[in-house]
């Protein structure tokens, strides 16, 4: 197993466009985070996936930011009509829930909004 | 979520001893403390975690007294790679989604 993937690990795009991010999980791990980072600051949760549903959202997810994870494996983070203040870091977490539940991330993808 | 209060640098030199402290007072009982390690323009990648007494893996140590208010991750014989920021984190790891609280981390700075 090759650990968490993400997909880009880049991504420049002009405000307002449409942009989508994937996550490719650890195999058989069953809960999906996604988390955002901001320079000089540590990530702050998204939301989270238990299988396929979505159990908790972040207030800082607004109308714009969607995730799904269809199947339960990966997951796509889409954010419509981006804003210069959606550049940031993107990071996607899986775990296990038996016992410690410990989050392993992936490398994360990099927006920039110009 | 207990909150965690950790000192915002550290710098060292190679070869030596670093433990990095980390307060959380309000820990709940079920809390587990972890750490994480993250390089620039990485996602943070785990280190360590532990629940009381000490733990020690192949990378690092961590020591929790009796109380678990504060933890003190240790990493012997630092290189130049091991600078980094380094995150206490605190979370009930039991329940239905565990969603990290992250704070600033400690950026430690390993010198030649």
């Known amino acids: 197993d090759t650990g968490v993937s993400q997909d880009p690990r880049h991504k420049i795009t002009k405000r307002g466009q449409n942009v989508t991010f994937r996550c490719d999980p650890i195999s058989e791990h069953n809960r999906l985070y996604w988390y955002r980072q901001t320079l000089g600051q540590g990530p702050e949760f998204l939301t989270y996936f238990q299988n396929e549903a979505q159990l908790e959202k972040s207030r800082l997810l607004s109308d714009r930011f969607s995730a799904e994870r269809p199947k339960g494996s990966f997951s796509t983070l889409e954010i419509q009509r981006t804003e210069q203040g959606d550049s940031a870091m993107y990071l996607c977490a899986s775990s296990f829930e038996i016992n410690t539940d410990t989050q392993y991330f992936g490398p994360g993808t990099r927006l920039t909004v110009l | ?112």
């Open chain 2, 1 to 112: 979520l207990a909150k965690t209060t950790q000192p915002i640098s550290m710098d060292s030199y190679e070869g030596q001893e670093v433990n990095i402290t980390c307060s959380h007072n309000n820990i709940a009982t079920n809390d587990y403390i972890t750490w994480y390690q993250q390089f620039p323009s990485q996602g943070p990648r785990f280190i360590i975690q532990g629940y009381k007494t000490k733990v020690t893996n192949e990378v690092a140590s961590l020591f929790i007294p009796a109380d678990r208010k504060s933890s003190t991750l240790s990493l012997p014989r630092v290189s130049l790679s091991d600078t980094a920021v380094y995150y206490c984190l605190v979370g009930d790891n039991g329940n239905a989604g565990n969603m990290l609280t992250f704070g600033g981390g400690t950026r430690l700075m390993v010198k030649p």
